[in-house]
């Protein structure tokens, strides 16, 4: 049994299993919501108690891997630990109280193994796509064109940033210069004329399917290929934003502790559907942790 580990701004993921002819075979999945991006800081860093956060799941982690004597083949820092001035720290008490030795990757390696992991999951294979991964640290955004990525870019933002460290005036803006400057890289690739698949995944685009779903029971191989109509995001966060963040959490297939989180997400999404001309988006459960697997399977 092998397995990989994604250490997120918000999330930490583990999965155990193997590989068969190129294809994943899940065994085992793991989620915490840890927020290691809440109360950074540029000064200090990742804040003492996110740090101790995920140091605990990362523990749990540990013993589960102990328990199914499965080998970590990679785990895998993103948007949080690349801006932290304080990650050796948090990297060197990982690997002092799991064993676990993080890779830091920067955003192009994101995207791309974000793609591999989508692009397993999602049916029939689109043949020209854009994959977009709104994460707690950062957003990427991919092109795919005759199955193969030929664009990825990474932009400094995710939910957890935008809720934490912008106003809403300031998240509009933010997320409108992202689509600008993308939506100049997506004109160079793809003509109007070329239908595209829009596939969304991370931990906004699951949970909205699962809201939608009115899932009581997380179950990933329902949200998998998953289609939202663009008319029902607009009319979600005309509901969400009435309500408190505590509220929020009480509707079926609200992620806990993503309360204050979808919002700045779900305008995220919209805004990439606007700018793309589409009307239905697809939603992958599957994304960078799985393409990690894949892509260590490969190697």
Known sequence: MQATVD??????RMLVGSCDA???????YERRITRLGGGFSVEMGLSATAMARTLAALKEF??????????CLRAVGTAALRRAVNR?????QVFQHTGLSIDVIDGVEEAQLAAIGVLSAISPHPGNAVIFDIGGGSTELIIVIDGRVCVQQSYPFG???????????????????MLTDFRSLFQHQL?????????????????????????????????????????????LYDQLVTLSAIDREQLAGMEQGRGDLILPGLRTA??????????????????????????????
């Open 88 to 92: 050796q720290q948090f990297i060197e």
């Open 159 to 177: 939910v957890v940033r935008l809720a934490e460290e912008y106003d809403p005036h300031q998240q509009e803006q933010t997320i409108a210069a």
């Open 62 to 71: 540990s013993t589960i891997l102990e328990q199914h004597q499965a080998q």
């Open 7 to 12: 250490i997120g701004s918000n999330t930490v």
């Open 270 to 299: 919209t805004v990439i559907a606007e700018a793309l001309g589409v009307t239905h988006l697809k939603v992958a459960d599957a994304g960078l942790l799985e393409g990690v697997f894949l892509a260590a399977c490969r190697d």
């Open 191 to 235: 003509s109007s004329s070329q239908p595209i698949e829009l596939i969304g995944t991370a931990g906004t685009m699951t949970t909205l399917a699962a809201i939608d779903l009115g899932m009581i029971h997380y179950d990933p191989t329902a949200i998998n290929n998953h289609r939202l109509s663009l008319a029902w995001m607009h009319t």
């Open 22 to 28: 190129g294809r994943l075979q899940p065994r085992l």
